[in-house]
């Protein structure tokens, strides 16, 4: 599997974000909060949120962004299979800015437990 972020996989559109942290399940992988709902055909999309209100700079917001996006990339592989198809949602909760490692490995635990409630479930 090639390690890439194509926009198939960006979530978008206000229903499909709202029908995800409506119906979705939560849980917090330090520093993320993570939102998750299984779906049936769509492919697995991802949504990466840092808040405006605990970072008002736009650069530092882009900046942990694209912390979570290359995690996200890098560790994909343990999410992604055939026959599971989910949405998810990354929002970064700390209030100050965590150095790579740490996004990398919360990034690591979240799909990794992910992976296993959609195995529990199938």
């Given amino acids: 599997m090639a390690a890439t972020f194509s926009k198939s996989e960006k979530l978008c559109g206000k229903l499909t974000i709202d029908h995800l942290y409506k119906e979705g399940k ?3 992988a330090w520093p993320l909060r993570v939102s998750y709902v299984p ?5 697995t999309q991802v949504l990466i949120w840092a808040p405006k209100s605990l970072f008002k700079r736009a650069v530092d917001r882009n900046h942990l962004r694209r912390q979570m996006r290359e995690a996200y990339r ?4 343990i999410l992604v299979q055939p026959d599971s198809h989910v949405m998810v ?3 970064y909760m700390d ?3 965590q150095p ?4 990398d ?3 690591r635990k979240a799909l990794q437990k992910i992976n ?3 195995a529990q479930q199938a």
């Fill in 26 to 28: 939560r849980f917090v």
């Fill in 39 to 43: 779906v049936d055909q769509a492919p």
């Fill in 74 to 77: 890098l560790n994909k592989q």
């Fill in 89 to 91: 949602a990354f929002n």
């Fill in 95 to 97: 209030k100050q800015k």
């Fill in 100 to 103: 790579y490692t740490l996004i």
């Fill in 105 to 107: 490995k919360a990034m």
């Fill in 116 to 118: 296993k409630d959609l």
